[in-house]
């Protein structure tokens, strides 16, 4: 049997790759990662984004579903889903458009604004003993750490330095070191559901000393919390592949790069913090979050829980280390997961709420979060009431004809103008290259400007009788829009199937804030402040927002941007046990509130589906 041969072209390359007999059943798709050549399948390889559209340019295609053969017709080269085909016994020419790459460096937002004050008090603490404290040493520890102390382990006469970490509410004693460390550091870290954050911190300062950030590796398997929990749900053997895929490919090597980039032994290494929503840290723990993904969805632990490094397998020694000069603080650090709230509202928002100083706050104020789910914490005097809402994967650009990811060539933000001439549109390029397709930040812009210059109904279809040659026909996706062009002149388009996914999904956040408030009859313009959480709130354009009716009925100045407070929360419960005290408390007082029992959600949903 002839060798098949696949030509692949980006803009910037060309190569050939051969193909092993015995793949004509895998998906295209499949055989390409196979050859090394991974594309974006963020839903996981189940045609339900167009993350791996690739141009047909010559050869035959076989679709798995109907068997339709599929080859380029004349000059026009098809472009389809390369994980919905099959090969047919000829060779291939593709084309890989850019945002169909993973080749792209993500944009992760690991800053953050921190609106309460800590005190010195880290979670992991090497304590001296004098040899008075020796006769009564759980007194003496316990007066140093001004808390109660677990039951101890021996401690032999002449010990003089011992290490007690925070297990909340009590202080354990881990055991005896040789001497007191110089530098003990701890790792925060923040699990998204698309992208990861890690900062490493000197626990006696605060001081950020590395970082690293990038995407969770388990966006391959599966592109938001449903799928990736359906996927344990119907295959057992999922639960540990998307272990491996945030611990092994993702954590360990963020952890290894930051750790090598700043010449840090890695047995400097005390503890670790963990923050991320409640799904998150069940595949981290090895937990099946199975059943999250039906009523009455109950996750198996909510709590505060501390792992070994080991047994997640965790490892961060790299081969050649230098040996530490400072004596090994542990050879298997705790991995602290922090309190979550319920299962769709987890640690990431427990964290935000005390880090943004919301917690503190008399109110009425919101914590909003804006991401694959919205999740909102409204605070009106001591009550704070809970929610989430499955806003779907349009703000990641997910399912949209040139969605993608915020990184480099993504457009990040759109104007525009109208002039005795038309329509002006300007466009903002992360990276200011040609662009490749557009993140959320711009589509939020493009539903106020679209309408506000009359190119959109309230609807969200684009107005009749408006002569504009960028409105055309766009393959079964509607009328789309060309905002810009790039490589090749390939036009970058927003379709009105667009338009109403961004709808669905500013609709649900929105009827989600309104019916928190509606709790106590409180209007938009009644809140204090509006703590706007993430890394997607850190890069919009806030008049834009309230004009795409995002955040129905608000004022710029109501809004505070606080970043990355899932992390914010994790970096300050390191340096801080009475933070971890706080996020448990808080985890315990939000009332959750179901939205899909609630008899006015759905009515509020519909009216803020229009624009």
Not at 568 to 587: F, T, W
Request: with cysteine.
């Amino acid at each position: 049997m002839k060798q098949l041969t696949i030509t692949l072209s980006t803009s910037s390359t060309t190569q050939q790759i051969p193909l092993p007999n015995g793949l004509a059943r895998l998906p295209l798709s499949e055989i390409l990662r196979r050859s090394s050549f991974s594309l974006n399948t963020r839903c996981g390889g189940r045609g339900l984004c167009d993350g791996c559209l690739v141009h047909l340019q010559s050869g035959t295609l076989r679709h798995r579903t109907t068997g339709q053969l599929i080859s380029p017709i004349r000059s026009e080269s098809p472009l389809i889903r390369a994980c919905e085909h099959t090969l047919a016994d000829t060779d291939l020419a593709l084309l890989v458009p850019a945002r169909s790459l993973l080749a792209y460096e993500p944009q992760v937002v690991s800053n953050f604004k921190v609106n309460i004050s800590r005190s010195n008090n880290p979670i992991w603490q090497a304590l001296s003993l004098s040899p008075a404290d020796l006769a009564d040493p759980a007194s003496a520890l316990s007066a140093h750490l001004d808390a109660p102390v677990a039951p101890l382990p021996n401690l032999a006469p002449n010990t003089t330095t011992v290490a007690a970490e925070y297990t909340c509410p009590t202080w354990s004693i881990l055991g005896p070191l040789d001497h007191a460390p110089a530098n003990p550091l701890g790792v925060a870290i923040d699990i998204g559901t698309t992208t990861v954050a890690v900062l490493v911190v000197e626990l006696a300062t605060g001081k950020i000393v590395a970082s690293a950030t990038g995407f969770n590796r388990q966006m391959h398997l599966g592109d938001d919390v449903l799928t990736r929990i359906n996927l344990c749900t119907t295959d057992k053997q999922m639960l540990s592949r998307l272990q491996t895929a945030i611990v092994k490919d993702t954590i360990e090597r963020l952890l290894l790069k930051a750790l090598k980039e700043s010449s840090i032994a890695d047995d400097q290494i005390a503890c670790l913090n963990v923050a991320g929503n409640t799904t998150m840290l069940h595949l981290f723990a090895g937990v099946d979050p199975s059943p999250m993904g039906f009523s009455p969805f109950t996750a198996p632990f909510l709590e505060h829980r501390i792992l070994p490094s080991s047994k997640i397998h965790l490892k961060f020694s790299s081969p050649d280390a230098s040996t530490n000069t400072n004596g090994i603080i542990s050879t298997d650090p705790a991995v602290h997961l922090l309190p979550s709230a319920a299962a769709y509202v987890g640690a990431d928002i427990t964290a935000g709420v005390v880090s943004s100083g919301l917690v503190y706050d008399d109110g009425p104020s919101l914590f909003v979060d804006v991401g694959t789910n919205g999740e909102i914490v409204f605070k009106q005097g001591k009550k704070m009431w809970g929610t989430a809402t499955a806003a779907g994967p349009a703000f990641e650009g997910s399912r949209m004809a040139c969605g993608m990811r915020a990184g480099q060539g993504a457009v990040s933000h759109i104007k525009m103008t109208r002039t005795d001439s038309g329509l002006k549109v300007d466009v903002e390029v992360i990276g200011n290259v040609k662009p490749t397709g557009i993140c959320g930040s711009a589509y939020v812009d493009f539903l106020a400007q679209a309408r506000e210059s009359g190119l959109l109904s309230p609807s969200g279809r684009f107005q009749s009788g408006i002569a504009d040659d960028r409105i055309a026909p766009c393959r079964d996706l509607g009328q789309g829009f060309t905002i810009a062009h790039g490589h090749g002149h390939e036009p970058i388009i927003i379709t009105e199937g667009d338009v109403a996914s961004l709808l669905q999904a500013k609709a649900a956040i929105a009827a989600g804030i309104l019916t928190l408030m509606r709790k106590v009859h409180a209007a938009p313009e009644s809140i204090k402040t509006l703590y706007l959480a993430g890394g997607f709130g850190m890069h919009l354009n806030i008049a834009n927002t309230i004009r795409s009716g995002l955040l129905p009925g608000f004022r710029a100045n109501q809004v505070q941007l606080v970043g990355n407070t899932s992390l914010a929360g994790a970096y300050l419960s390191l340096l801080d046990a009475g933070v971890l005290d706080e996020i448990a408390r808080v985890a315990k007082e939000i009332e959750m509130v179901e939205l899909n029992l609630d008899p006015d959600f759905e009515d509020c949903y519909i009216d803020q589906l229009m624009l």
